[in-house]
């Protein structure tokens, strides 16, 4: 016998832009349980209360915005990192030693994403929102501003083409031929990852897909 949770999970498969929209913010839990509800006490062939439908999608929404991997998923070495905030703090702040040890202290979560991109002036630290409590913590009153709702692109370093020296990598080519800009971009030996804003992670991702599959 399925849960009511279980029911919630296969709904919102069926319909992924409603996934979409919880992540951000368009609509609320409670308005969406009140739609779904005729059609989950359907299937679950009794009366399912608004409630219930709302602590499942509650609870559903929590599971995935602790994934690393985004609901979006992976494709041919395309992906992409959900649920970001990013902080900046003064340049004198040890952020490499804090990352470092922040990922040590959380290794319950698989492969925890954090990016330190050291600037002149100062620091920012882009991390999965599930790390933010702790990294707050770590750095404490040095933190200058936070800003949330970034996804991060990564794309395989096989996968990358790269124009003449100096120009843009053909990722980021791509997304800034279909207007699409770029928050930040940082480039490893074995990947680029590219921030963008949340809103545009899914038209960002299916550009950067069939470009790769090409």
Known sequence: MKTISRHVEEYLQEYPFLSKFLRQGIINYRALARDMEPEISGRAGVKVSVASIAVSLQRLHH?????????IGRLRGVVVVSDISAI?????????AIA??????NRQIKNPFCLVLRGYAETTCLAEKAL????????G???RQQQDNLVALIITRELLHTTEV????????VLAEHGLLAREVTATATEEIITVDAALADQAAAILRQAMAR
């Open 132 to 139: 933010l409590p702790t990294l707050l913590r770590a750095v």
């Open 88 to 96: 900046t703090v003064a340049p004198e702040v040890p952020m490499y």
């Open 63 to 71: 599971r995935d915005a602790d994934k690393i991997e985004s609901l």
């Open 141 to 143: 009153p040095d933190v």
């Open 166 to 173: 100096g120009g843009l990598s053909y990722p980021l080519q």
């Open 100 to 105: 470092a040890q922040l990922i040590a202290d």
